[in-house]
């Protein structure tokens, strides 16, 4: 098995707030190899961003580590870092907020490449986000253009662009499709993977919609209030889960099939979603409320991440 | 049914700098009573300014509308509306719903303050009813949208709400006035799919319960499936198929209907790419001539770049705006024809590229092996 290019060691993030503390990210543990992308999955408030922002280093840990290539990313020099953010790029799930309104789409894409200084000079600098511009299926008229007339697919390709333009191995998607339309959804995802099929990219892959994770990635890792609950391929994960809350997040997505969607309507009535994500106060599992099968024992404490033979790792007394 | 809402060839353009961008281009189109229609389409489609213009939310020095009869609401002009008719309108006949909660709550007001004064706006008339009793039905409200605790809840501000308690007070605000037609602008879209599920829920359930007209505005035709009577598919500024949801769903005509719901699903040629609709959809200030779809369509002729498309109705209640839905049209016969061909020849290359990636996996998969065989033998 080759090495882990990103690996997060019980990495743990917490929040303070006065005397209040409160546990986002709760000993998560995971590894990305290169080529290979990695679906972390869970609903708003489970701490799946927080978790990726901490993994790359945009957030401080409260304690673990995030292992880049063996090295440690939060103990790492200034320098280090920096050489680092060449090799680890992110793009954000909002596309009118992440770029600066005012600039042209050439100094955008341009960003990682002034840092860096990867251009010798302006000519080069241009051709190089025009070619990267073509890359993710803009033109090279789009480079003179402000921010302002790109419609919201075309600035999440300019992120895209951004993020490839200093070569990185790693990219942090951070439900970088979900703000878009259904049809522009599956052009990025299909740019997303050709990209990985010619550049060996790996990706650690943000989301809320497990079906969509679930064509992106090679694995996935299911979040609940701040704890990896269920994690394996993907295949075998969505195939059939083990821990009932992925059970419940699969049967979530609503289907373009309205006689379907009306079976399945009786059905949802059945797993009362989630009311508040975030930590039990009684120290239980996160799903113990709403959970349609749930044990004494589960509302006590919460049940460790076991490992099966078959490499997946699931979180419930009832399954174990 | 009588149709509660009555739009007839309404356009909306907004005059800027670069020219007339024409939003909404002469669309028609009828919501019964109690009837629940989803209007559906990407971003940019004039879904939204539809939505927003038979609310009046849209200034009126920036918009052209094209006849003051073009929205008719249980009967009346909506268009020839004083501002004071306009506001007894918004609320108690019609109300919204707006994609992102936290824009359509007032940050510094607590969420039962803000719902009460939906419920004092509308109820002028009755002086009995007094600041207690508005906070009385507010909690009624907040217990019909489905929230908990709904006293200590009203006196929360929003920040202390998650996404989709914000969107149930949204919700339950649209309602305080109790409305004929709640217009539902994407409301799930900036939720999370399980929080999506329940909004969808309780919007359907409230329609039942109030026997209110819902007008669902989405780009997922996922949300749209569980919940509406009849869909609307609107593309580029003009509606392109309309039927009720089993024609859509199970029968669409329109090569976009087609395509939405062939997006995003996985092709089945052995790679993990998905499908999607080519292109970008057109810019209103440059509205194609003939067809919207026609420069995305892999299905288009020339006519459809020349000539816009004419309605044509394929069962009764379902109408699609392409040339390919007309009856008796030789060279649709002989585009199936071509198309047949095309997808066996596609299949079959389909077929071959996934042996040859099967192969080459194999080959890998060998090479990998040898490697480790060397290695054991140096040990």
């Given at each position: 098995m080759a090495a882990a290019l990103l690996e997060a060691r019980d990495l743990c993030k917490y929040f303070y707030e006065k005397k209040n503390v409160f546990p986002a990210v709760e000993r998560v543990s995971f590894a990305i190899r290169e080529g290979e992308t990695l679906g972390l999955v869970g609903e708003s408030g489970s701490g799946k961003t927080t978790c990726g922002r901490v993994s790359v280093g945009l957030y401080k840990k409260t304690a673990g580590a995030s292992l880049y290539q063996g090295r440690d990313i939060h103990r790492m020099s200034k320098k280090q870092y920096f050489d680092f953010t060449k090799e680890a790029q992110s793009i954000f799930q909002d596309p009118y907020a992440a770029f600066d309104p005012r600039q042209k789409a050439l100094d955008i894409v341009a960003e990682g490449i002034d840092i860096h200084r990867l251009a010798k000079n302006g000519g080069v600098r241009r051709r190089m986000v025009v070619e990267l511009l073509e890359k993710v299926?803009?033109?090279?008229?789009?480079?003179?253009?402000?921010?302002?007339?790109?419609?919201g697919g075309q600035r999440q390709r300019l992120g895209i662009a951004r993020a490839l333009a200093v070569n990185p191995r790693l990219i942090f998607c951070d439900e970088c499709v979900s703000a878009l339309d259904v049809s522009i959804q599956a052009q990025i995802i299909n740019l997303l993977l050709d990209l990985q099929a010619s550049r060996r990219l790996s990706y650690l892959f943000v989301s809320h919609d497990l079906t969509l994770v679930r064509q992106i990635s090679h694995r996935v890792a299911v979040m609940r209030a701040g704890r990896i609950i269920e994690t394996g391929e993907t295949e075998k994960v969505c195939a059939a889960p083990r821990h009932p809350y992925t059970q419940a997040l699969l049967a979530a997505k609503p289907i373009a099939d309205p006689e379907l969607e009306a079976i399945r309507g009786r059905e949802k009535l059945f797993l009362t979603p989630p009311e508040k994500s975030g930590p039990v106060p009684g120290g239980g599992c996160s799903f113990y409320a709403q959970c349609p099968s749930a044990l004494p024992a589960c509302g006590k404490a919460p049940p460790p991440l076991l490992e099966w033979e078959d490499g997946r790792q699931v979180a419930c007394y009832q399954v174990s | 049914m009588r149709a509660l809402l009555e739009i007839n060839n309404l356009s909306v353009s907004f005059p800027g700098p670069a020219g007339?961008?024409?939003?909404?281009?002469d669309i028609s189109l009828q919501v019964g009573q109690g009837e629940c229609v989803a209007l559906v389409g990407e971003s940019g489609c004039g879904k939204t300014v539809t939505a927003q213009t038979i609310m009046g939310l849209l200034e009126d020095q920036s918009f052209i509308i094209n006849?003051?009869?073009?929205i008719i609401f249980n009967g009346q002009p909506i268009y020839e509306y004083s501002s004071k008719q306009w506001r007894q309108f918004r609320g108690k006949e019609a109300a919204i719903v707006f994609q992102e909660p936290m824009a359509a709550?007032?940050?510094?007001?607590?969420i039962g303050g803000q719902i009460a004064e939906a419920i004092t706006c509308h109820r002028r008339g009755f002086p009995w009813l007094g600041k207690k009793a508005a906070y009385r039905s507010v909690s009624r409200l907040l217990a019909d949208v489905g929230i908990p605790d709904p006293e200590i809840r009203a006196r929360q501000?929003?920040?202390?709400?998650?996404g989709g308690m914000r969107q149930r007070a949204v919700i339950a605000a649209a309602i305080a006035g109790d409305p004929a037609l709640l217009i539902a602008d994407e409301p799930t879209t900036s939720l999370d799919v399980m929080t999506q599920n329940q909004i969808l829920e309780l919007l359907n359930t409230l329609r039942r319960e109030r026997r209110m007209a819902l007008l669902l505005i989405s780009h997922d035709l996922g949300v749209v499936a569980g919940a509406a009577e009849r869909v609307i598919v609107m593309y580029g500024g003009k509606i392109v198929e309309s039927g009720k949801v089993a024609d859509i769903f199970y029968a669409p005509a329109h090569p976009y209907t087609k395509g939405l719901l062939r997006a995003g699903q996985q092709k089945n040629d052995g790679s993990k790419r998905l499908f999607t609709i080519e292109g970008m959809p057109p810019s209103p200030l440059a509205p194609p001539v003939g067809c919207p779809f026609a420069p995305r369509c892999r299905e288009a002729m020339s006519i459809c770049g020349r000539t816009p498309p004419p309605e044509v109705t394929l069962v009764q209640g379902h109408s699609a705006s392409c040339w390919?839905?007309?009856?008796?049209r030789p060279e649709a016969a002989e585009r199936e024809r071509e198309r047949e061909a095309e997808r066996e020849r596609e299949a079959e290359t389909g077929k071959q590229a996934a042996t040859e990636r099967e192969r080459e996996t194999e080959r890998e998969r060998e090479t990998e092996r040898e490697r480790e065989l060397e290695k054991g033998t140096e040990k």
């Amino acid at each position: 098995m080759a090495a882990a290019l990103l690996e997060a060691r019980d990495l743990c993030k917490y929040f303070y707030e006065k005397k209040n503390v409160f546990p986002a990210v709760e000993r998560v543990s995971f590894a990305i190899r290169e080529g290979e992308t990695l679906g972390l999955v869970g609903e708003s408030g489970s701490g799946k961003t927080t978790c990726g922002r901490v993994s790359v280093g945009l957030y401080k840990k409260t304690a673990g580590a995030s292992l880049y290539q063996g090295r440690d990313i939060h103990r790492m020099s200034k320098k280090q870092y920096f050489d680092f953010t060449k090799e680890a790029q992110s793009i954000f799930q909002d596309p009118y907020a992440a770029f600066d309104p005012r600039q042209k789409a050439l100094d955008i894409v341009a960003e990682g490449i002034d840092i860096h200084r990867l251009a010798k000079n302006g000519g080069v600098r241009r051709r190089m986000v025009v070619e990267l511009l073509e890359k993710v299926g803009l033109r090279e008229e789009h480079a003179s253009q402000p921010l302002t007339v790109f419609s919201g697919g075309q600035r999440q390709r300019l992120g895209i662009a951004r993020a490839l333009a200093v070569n990185p191995r790693l990219i942090f998607c951070d439900e970088c499709v979900s703000a878009l339309d259904v049809s522009i959804q599956a052009q990025i995802i299909n740019l997303l993977l050709d990209l990985q099929a010619s550049r060996r990219l790996s990706y650690l892959f943000v989301s809320h919609d497990l079906t969509l994770v679930r064509q992106i990635s090679h694995r996935v890792a299911v979040m609940r209030a701040g704890r990896i609950i269920e994690t394996g391929e993907t295949e075998k994960v969505c195939a059939a889960p083990r821990h009932p809350y992925t059970q419940a997040l699969l049967a979530a997505k609503p289907i373009a099939d309205p006689e379907l969607e009306a079976i399945r309507g009786r059905e949802k009535l059945f797993l009362t979603p989630p009311e508040k994500s975030g930590p039990v106060p009684g120290g239980g599992c996160s799903f113990y409320a709403q959970c349609p099968s749930a044990l004494p024992a589960c509302g006590k404490a919460p049940p460790p991440l076991l490992e099966w033979e078959d490499g997946r790792q699931v979180a419930c007394y009832q399954v174990s | 049914m009588r149709a509660l809402l009555e739009i007839n060839n309404l356009s909306v353009s907004f005059p800027g700098p670069a020219g007339l961008a024409r939003a909404v281009r002469d669309i028609s189109l009828q919501v019964g009573q109690g009837e629940c229609v989803a209007l559906v389409g990407e971003s940019g489609c004039g879904k939204t300014v539809t939505a927003q213009t038979i609310m009046g939310l849209l200034e009126d020095q920036s918009f052209i509308i094209n006849s003051a009869e073009a929205i008719i609401f249980n009967g009346q002009p909506i268009y020839e509306y004083s501002s004071k008719q306009w506001r007894q309108f918004r609320g108690k006949e019609a109300a919204i719903v707006f994609q992102e909660p936290m824009a359509a709550l007032d940050p510094t007001m607590r969420i039962g303050g803000q719902i009460a004064e939906a419920i004092t706006c509308h109820r002028r008339g009755f002086p009995w009813l007094g600041k207690k009793a508005a906070y009385r039905s507010v909690s009624r409200l907040l217990a019909d949208v489905g929230i908990p605790d709904p006293e200590i809840r009203a006196r929360q501000y929003p920040h202390e709400f998650s996404g989709g308690m914000r969107q149930r007070a949204v919700i339950a605000a649209a309602i305080a006035g109790d409305p004929a037609l709640l217009i539902a602008d994407e409301p799930t879209t900036s939720l999370d799919v399980m929080t999506q599920n329940q909004i969808l829920e309780l919007l359907n359930t409230l329609r039942r319960e109030r026997r209110m007209a819902l007008l669902l505005i989405s780009h997922d035709l996922g949300v749209v499936a569980g919940a509406a009577e009849r869909v609307i598919v609107m593309y580029g500024g003009k509606i392109v198929e309309s039927g009720k949801v089993a024609d859509i769903f199970y029968a669409p005509a329109h090569p976009y209907t087609k395509g939405l719901l062939r997006a995003g699903q996985q092709k089945n040629d052995g790679s993990k790419r998905l499908f999607t609709i080519e292109g970008m959809p057109p810019s209103p200030l440059a509205p194609p001539v003939g067809c919207p779809f026609a420069p995305r369509c892999r299905e288009a002729m020339s006519i459809c770049g020349r000539t816009p498309p004419p309605e044509v109705t394929l069962v009764q209640g379902h109408s699609a705006s392409c040339w390919f839905c007309r009856p008796n049209r030789p060279e649709a016969a002989e585009r199936e024809r071509e198309r047949e061909a095309e997808r066996e020849r596609e299949a079959e290359t389909g077929k071959q590229a996934a042996t040859e990636r099967e192969r080459e996996t194999e080959r890998e998969r060998e090479t990998e092996r040898e490697r480790e065989l060397e290695k054991g033998t140096e040990k």
